[in-house]
C-alpha cells in the first residue's frame, strides 16, 4: 500500500523496499559514484553508511544513469542506489531544511506541502 502525495509517492509501514520518487531523491544528495563499492552501485550495501541492505530494511532510489566521465553522452553507467532507514532519514532531514525556506507553500502552511511531507514521511521511517 502507497500514500500519494500528488507526484510524491511514499510506500507505507512495513515498507518491502520504500520506494523514493525522483524528486524528492534530488533533495536527498546521493553520492556521486566515484569511491562507491560495487556492492553500494548494485544496492546490496547503503549509499551513504555502506551498511548491508535487505528487501525489507532498503529505501530504494530508484534505478539512476550516470554519464561517463569525461562525457557528454547521455548514456552512462546505471546503477541502483539504496539506503538503510537512518541514513535517508537524516538526508531528508537536511532536505527539509534546506528546502522550507525556499518554498512559498512552507512558510505559509507547511503540511500543505507535498514536498515536505514526503520528506518528513521518510524522517519517522527512519527513525522508528
Given at each position: 500500500m502507497s500514500?500519494?502525495?500528488?507526484?510524491?509517492?511514499?510506500?507505507?509501514?512495513p515498507p518491502s523496499t520504500l520506494?523514493?520518487?525522483p524528486d524528492i531523491v534530488a533533495l536527498l544528495a546521493l553520492p556521486?559514484?566515484?569511491?562507491?563499492t560495487d556492492?553500494?552501485?548494485?544496492?546490496?550495501?547503503?549509499?551513504?553508511c555502506k551498511a548491508g541492505l535487505t528487501a525489507d530494511t532498503a529505501v530504494d532510489f530508484g534505478e539512476r544513469?550516470?554519464?561517463?566521465?569525461?562525457?557528454?553522452?547521455?548514456?552512462?553507467?546505471?546503477w541502483y542506489p539504496?539506503?538503510?532507514p537512518k541514513c535517508t532519514a537524516d538526508r531528508a532531514h537536511r532536505g527539509l531544511f534546506d528546502h522550507a525556506p525556499s518554498c512559498e507553500q512552507c512558510t505559509d502552511v507547511a503540511e500543505r506541502c507535498?514536498?515536505?511531507?514526503?520528506?518528513y514521511r521518510l524522517v519517522r521511517e527512519g527513525r522508528r
Open positions: 500514500h500519494r502525495t500528488g507526484s510524491a509517492a511514499v510506500a507505507a509501514d520506494e523514493v520518487p556521486g559514484l566515484e569511491g562507491l556492492d553500494q552501485v548494485r544496492g546490496a550495501h547503503c549509499v551513504w544513469q550516470t554519464p561517463l566521465s569525461g562525457t557528454s553522452s547521455a548514456h552512462g553507467m546505471r539504496r539506503a538503510c507535498e514536498i515536505s511531507r514526503a520528506l
